[in-house]
């Protein structure tokens, strides 16, 4: 039962409404606007979803005013480092952690489920060699559906799990195919003796003739940043699965809308631009100050990438996490020498702008790709599968997201309304009448 209510009054027609209060487990109060229409004829403006919850959700929790983030109520520090990525994987989709048991049955299901149809290899033959893989993704995963639609009636739980376990299988593979296709290398098969991520990098670097041995700490390393992109609540690209799912499309076309949303630099895409950034800094040898000052010039297009949140008005916590981890692996790995530089200037530029009233005001902090980039360059990934990785690892939370929509049996296709500033009603001219239209 509400106890509290926001009494929104129309002083044009004089008449109020009563909206209800909900209470969330955690966070912030939020204001059911649903009777706003019905009682007073109104609509809510909020471009951008700056202050409107779309959904209600029981997946991701994460609060940024004090950087804090849990996956089913679990904190993401206790997750990096006692789970796997796959384990991550059960948490998110079922919604508590595995016995063992049931981690080991998810593990082979995945594992089984991990090669792509043969006829699947000719989608990546079709693309131009040389292709930015996340263009690859949005094809072959939309494609999928066209494999895979025997169980496609989504509102049988039993088929949602099977379509998300088919997703998160196939991903790796994907992902890697899309590297090997853009390199002109033969594909790799995945291993079953190998785990989701020793598969992953087995794909992407093994050679007919050489077998690539995956290096623990780059597993264990990649098995961190996955987990820490894992799922992030209601972000521009799992919003994107949503509302495309909501119109009842399948999981893998609406999968591929996600990704198709986060390969802009706004989001996902960051990673890849905040380390073309840093190697320009380095290339330029230009003051650091001088990109600060760039950053907050508003004549001046450029931001600084990896910097700035929509929720975390404080430092991300995957930010904190992906920042030791990234000392430790350019640290001790002798290929990391040269990425060594990257780090150094990342950490001189988090020192500037933190100081700077400009960012303080702001609250911009590093968020998770400011530092994932030069963890994943010194793994050996180059620079344009980043966002491939990153759709590799959330997927799990997409199709975690989608799962817990489509089992809702009052969920709705998701239709915002506007705010209409074009013309009123005009009557058509006949062409002769016309005058030409101001630019
Ligand atoms: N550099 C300089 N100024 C910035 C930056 C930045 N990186 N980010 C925000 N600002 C400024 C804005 O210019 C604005 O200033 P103003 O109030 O004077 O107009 C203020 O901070 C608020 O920024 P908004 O753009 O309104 O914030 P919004 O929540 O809409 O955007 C976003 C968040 C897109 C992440 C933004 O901070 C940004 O573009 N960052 C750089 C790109 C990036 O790192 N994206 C990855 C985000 S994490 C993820 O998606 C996985």
Not at 145 to 152: G, I, L, R, V
Request: aromatic share 10%; charged share 25%; glycine share 6%.
């Amino acid at each position: 039962m509400a106890t509290n209510f926001v009494t929104v009054t129309d002083h044009k027609s004089g008449k109020s409404v009563e909206l209800e209060v909900m209470e969330p487990t955690q966070g912030s109060p939020i204001i059911d606007l649903r009777a706003l229409h019905r009682e007073l004829g109104l609509y809510a403006y909020d471009p951008g979803f700056t202050v409107t919850a779309s959904c209600w959700s029981e997946i991701t929790y994460l609060d940024g005013e004090n950087g804090l983030l849990q996956y089913r109520g679990y904190p993401i520090e206790q997750l990096v480092e006692h789970s796997s990525f796959i384990e991550t994987c059960f948490l998110l989709l079922c919604g508590h952690l595995p016995t063992a048991a049931e981690l080991e049955l998810f593990s082979a299901e995945v594992t089984r489920e991990s090669l792509l149809q043969e006829e699947m290899k000719r989608f990546f033959e079709g693309f131009r060699s040389n292709a930015h893989p996340m263009a690859i993704m949005v094809g072959v995963v939309g494609a999928l559906s066209a494999f895979y639609h025997d169980f496609q009636d989504i509102r049988d739980p039993k088929n949602r799990k099977l379509s998300a376990k088919l997703l998160i299988a196939k991903m790796p593979t994907i992902a890697a195919w899309s590297y090997r296709y853009a390199n002109g290398l033969p594909f790799e098969y995945p291993r079953s003796d190998y785990s989701y991520v020793e598969n992953f990098l087995h794909m992407m670097f093994s050679l007919p003739t050489v077998d690539y041995k995956p290096e623990p700490l780059f597993v264990r390393a990649l098995e961190v940043v996955m987990i820490a992109h894992a799922d992030h609540e209601q972000n521009a690209s799992t919003s994107t699965v949503r509302l495309a799912g909501s119109s009842e499309a399948n999981p893998f076309a609406s999968i591929a809308a996600g990704i198709a949303s986060l390969w802009g630099p706004a989001h996902g895409g960051a990673n890849e631009a905040v380390i073309r950034m840093l190697m320009e800094m380095r290339d330029t040898g230009k003051p650091m100050q001088h990109y600060v000052d760039r950053a907050k010039d508003k004549k001046d297009r450029f931001r600084l990438m990896g910097f700035g949140h929509r929720i975390y008005k404080n430092y991300d916590p995957r930010a904190k996490i992906l920042r030791d981890l990234c000392y430790q692996v350019v640290e001790k790995c002798e290929m990391g020498g040269e990425n060594r530089k990257l780090l150094e200037l990342a950490l001189e530029l988090e020192t500037l702008a933190l100081k700077d009233d400009y960012f303080k005001q702001r609250k911009l902090y590093p968020n998770v790709d400011f530092y994932s980039g030069i963890i994943l360059l010194t793994i050996g990934i180059p620079l344009n599968m980043f966002t491939v990785i990153f759709a590799m690892a959330r997927t799990v939370g997409w199709i975690s997201q989608w799962n817990e929509m489509m089992g809702d049996a009052n969920s709705k296709i998701g239709r915002p309304r506007q705010l209409y500033v074009g013309a009123k009603h005009r009557d058509y001219q006949p062409v002769w009448q016309r005058e030409p239209a101001d630019e």
